[in-house]
């Protein structure tokens, strides 16, 4: 199956799970540039459960539009927990929708460091009154990079969707 078919695929069945659940969703996205909010808007119908989508790519558009706090990106760093749960939740108030997936991370090849090497891409979640972040190390391309994160936020989104509703 190409990356292309997994993507589409995997944004299928989160945009069915979404709409049987009557759930929305939105994106705040930083290394992937859209391309999560991308995925999920290449799925026929998905105006009945995607709110919106934001680029993020600067520091001063996290804050400005996500209301990420200067000092959480002075103290660690964008490409960090504490940044992706400040987008997901920032995302999530300011859209009004039921889950907010997040992004951010060195997509490379230039950009890395010792501490947060190229493919280092810290991913979060918020859904219902939850916030959960995890941290990849992804290897490849740039693109390689930034395609992994795409799958790893829908699949991330589909578990969770499922560890909800069956707590519910």
Same mark, same amino acid.
């Given at each position: 199956?190409?990356?292309?078919?997994? =993507?589409?695929?995997?944004?299928?069945?989160? /945009?069915?799970?979404?709409?049987?659940?009557?759930? *929305?969703?939105?994106?705040?996205?930083?290394?992937?540039?859209?391309?999560?909010?991308?995925?999920?808007?290449?799925?026929?119908?998905? *105006?009945?459960?995607?709110? &919106?989508?934001?680029?993020?790519? +600067?520091?001063?558009? !996290?804050?400005?539009?996500?209301? =990420?706090?200067?000092?959480?990106?002075?103290?660690?760093?964008?490409?960090?927990?504490?940044?992706?749960?400040?987008? #997901?939740?920032?995302? !999530? &108030?300011? +859209?009004?929708?039921?889950?907010?997936?997040?992004?951010?991370?060195?997509?490379?090849?230039?950009? /890395? +460091?010792?501490?947060?090497?190229?493919?280092?891409?810290?991913?979060?979640?918020?859904?219902?009154?939850? *916030?959960?972040? #995890?941290?990849?190390?992804?290897?490849?391309? &740039?693109?390689?990079? &930034?395609?992994?994160?795409?799958? *790893?936020?829908?699949?991330?989104?589909?578990?969770?969707?499922?560890?909800?509703?069956?707590?519910?």
């Amino acid at each position: 199956m190409s990356d292309a078919a997994k =993507v589409l695929e995997l944004s299928t069945l989160l /945009g069915q799970m979404l709409l049987e659940n009557g759930l *929305s969703i939105t994106t705040a996205e930083s290394c992937t540039g859209g391309l999560i909010a991308g995925a999920l808007t290449e799925v026929s119908g998905s *105006s009945a459960w995607f709110e &919106r989508g934001v680029v993020t790519y +600067s520091n001063a558009a !996290k804050q400005e539009l996500l209301g =990420v706090p200067e000092a959480t990106i002075q103290e660690h760093g964008a490409v960090s927990e504490a940044c992706v749960l400040a987008m #997901a939740e920032g995302a !999530k &108030r300011n +859209s009004g929708a039921d889950i907010a997936i997040s992004v951010s991370g060195v997509a490379g090849p230039a950009g /890395g +460091s010792t501490e947060k090497p190229v493919g280092t891409v810290w991913l979060a979640w918020a859904i219902d009154d939850t *916030s959960e972040a #995890a941290l990849f190390h992804f290897e490849g391309s &740039r693109h390689e990079v &930034r395609l992994q994160a795409v799958v *790893s936020a829908l699949h991330g989104s589909i578990d969770r969707i499922n560890r909800t509703r069956r707590s519910v």
